[in-house]
């Protein structure tokens, strides 16, 4: 079985267009993540949920959104796409803390803004 | 401000040895990542140091000094599968992994 999973693992869409990307684990971690790998292959950390609990949101449009309905599952909603928001989106979770913290990353999404 | 850095990229040939460096200054510190990742593929784990010295698994080993803020991964016997990102992350005070920008490794016959 996948310990994380995403979908869909391409996406093609037009500008001003609302999508969602959504990414499951079954790992019983307690944190998701999800990640922007641009064209420059720069991991850049979006968001991360502890215990359906938002952590880190760092400096990302509003136009994204994270839904956790529950700490196995973390959706990313972006509304009013941009030609800029293409990118690799990877959701990843982790248990706890120190080693703990090891990332088990999803396939990632590979989005395409036209 | 918190800042890891590691060179962009790096060739080597198959069957050398090859050393990946990562220096970092962060706001605190509870252990260091390497992850590798292969083109068009998620990230995955590949060692986690915390405490200062050398760390063997199999063809990698991953070294640690805290007091220089430097850590690197070392490939033995390079294989052309070794061609991906290695990625250096470290975990900061606040259990925030902050994630240097990768090292592309390309091997050569």
Sequence with gaps: ?114 | GQNIDQPTEMTATEGAIVQINCTYQTSGFNGLFWYQQHAGEAPTFLSYNVLDGLEEKGRFSSFLSRSKGYSYLLLKELQMKDSASYLCAVLDSNYQLIWGAGTKLIIKP
């Design chain 1, 1 to 114: 079985d996948t310990a994380v999973s995403q979908t869909p693992k391409y996406l093609v869409t037009q500008m001003g267009n609302d999508k969602s990307i959504k990414c499951e684990q079954n790992l019983g971690h307690d944190t998701m993540y999800w990640y922007k790998q641009d064209s420059k292959k720069f991991l850049k950390i979006m968001f991360s949920y502890n215990n359906k609990e938002l952590i880190i949101n760092e400096t990302v449009p509003n136009r994204f959104s994270p839904k956790s309905p529950d700490k196995a599952h973390l959706n990313l909603h972006i509304n009013s796409l941009e030609l800029g928001d293409s990118a690799v989106y990877f959701c990843a979770s982790s248990q706890g803390q120190g080693d703990t913290d090891t990332q088990y990353f999803g396939p990632g999404t590979r989005l395409t803004v036209l």
